[in-house]
């Protein structure tokens, strides 16, 4: 083996090193996501599981550079979301109106006063440089309550939703995704039919040159097809994960 040869050699290993490591620590993270988890205690595709991997980076690393983190407004904002929920289901249930008081005090502390008691602590200490595991266990506290948030703002009432035709359950989200699809099928044979837009992305799908040669944007038109598209994805989304 030659000496070109073997500096070859080891950069192939070096490189396959690296890919190695990164495939493990990628793997490792997906692995830490608990997805099945989730889907065999609910049911629920967990869409948001990337967005919780995002808070808790992005709220860690405002800490380390003494920013407040914005996660603490938004666990204030799904926690007062959360007690409005409650209070108007408290107040559709007589069973649950002989214990108000006490359930008020109950939810008032689990969606208002922990929520503003984690923001005081944040408000209090991010600008002093805390240690790492400080940092740690705060980012943990400020992320963690929106899980079951999440779930009892949006996810909990559609799975609970069902109508009985007869000897038939039919799920709510069952409807919603019906009743979405026609409504949507309508509204875009509307679009691409009748609107100027609409029958410039036609002309766009069915003769790109020749709809430019017309005077037919069609940058613009390929950027209003991928916003377009982003937005039923979402959408679909939305509609499919509370199985």
């Not at 408000?123 to 309550?145: C, E, H, N």
């Not at 035709?165 to 044979?189: C, E, N």
Request: aromatic letters at 10%.
């Amino acid at each position: 083996m030659t000496l070109q040869d073997e500096e070859v050699w080891i950069y192939q290993l070096s490189i396959a090193a690296i890919l190695a490591q990164d495939g493990i620590t990628t793997g490792a993270i997906y692995a830490l996501l608990a997805l099945v988890l989730v889907f065999s205690v609910t049911r629920v595709i967990f869409i948001p599981q990337g967005e919780f991997v995002s808070y808790g980076a992005l709220t860690l690393a405002a800490l380390q550079t003494q920013k407040f983190p914005a996660t603490c407004w938004l666990l204030m904002a799904m926690g007062a979301a959360c007690f409005v929920v409650e209070v108007a289901g408290l107040a559709r249930h007589a069973e649950r109106r002989r214990h108000a008081a006490r359930t008020l005090a109950v939810l008032a502390g689990k969606y208002l006063l922990f929520p503003v008691a984690v923001y005081a602590l944040t408000k209090g200490v991010f600008l002093q440089p805390l240690p790492m595991i400080a940092q740690i266990a705060l980012t943990l506290l400020i992320v963690i309550p929106m899980g079951p948030f999440v779930y009892r703002l949006a996810y909990e009432p559609i799975a609970e939703a069902t109508f009985n035709l007869g000897s038939l359950s039919i799920s709510g989200q069952s409807l919603w995704v019906v009743g979405t699809a026609v409504v949507l099928i309508g509204a875009l044979y509307l679009y691409f039919d009748r609107s100027i837009s609409g029958k410039a992305l036609r002309a766009t799908s069915v003769n790109r040159l020749g709809a430019r040669l017309v005077g037919i944007g069609t940058t613009q038109a390929g950027r209003l097809a991928f916003t377009l598209a982003a937005g039923l994805g979402a959408l679909c989304g939305i509609l499919v994960a509370p199985r």
